[in-house]
Nanobody, 115 residues
Framework: QVQLVESGGGLVQPGGSLALSCAAS????????MGWYRQAPGKQRELVAHISSGGTTTYADSVKGRFTISRDNAKNTVYLQMNTLKAEDTAVYYCNARDYAGVHWGQGTLVTVSS
């Protein structure tokens, strides 16, 4: 059974930082492309960043230079370091695992950026 469990969400002030983690089980983690998506109220889910099995990273334009995605294959965990947070970063953040056979999603963690 595949499980993706996100953690690290919460309330942070504008300009602050937050680090998300996603622990995976039930998959051969090192062979999956791992990603972070987010969905703000009333909006569609959108890509934030993903990292390939080989470590190649891709970022949405809106987070380039502020967010960093990384992975630790020994811990079956993918991370998202978020700096210089803005109110528009407020959303539920979802972990995503994708390979040739399909895609899996976590349950999401809420990030609220507000003063």
């Amino acid at each position: 059974q595949v499980q993706l469990v996100e953690s690290g969400g919460g309330l942070v002030q504008p300009g602050g930082s937050l680090a998300l983690s996603c622990a995976a089980s039930g998959i051969i983690f090192s062979s999956y492309r791992m990603g972070w998506y987010r969905q703000a109220p009333g909006k569609q889910r959108e890509l934030v960043a993903h990292i390939s099995s080989g470590g190649t990273t891709t970022y949405a334009d809106s987070v380039k230079g502020r967010f960093t995605i990384s992975r630790d294959n020994a811990k079956n965990t993918v991370y998202l370091q978020m700096n210089t947070l803005k109110a528009e970063d407020t959303a539920v953040y979802y972990c995503n695992a994708r390979d040739y056979a399909g895609v899996h999603w976590g349950q999401g963690t809420l990030v609220t950026v507000s003063s």
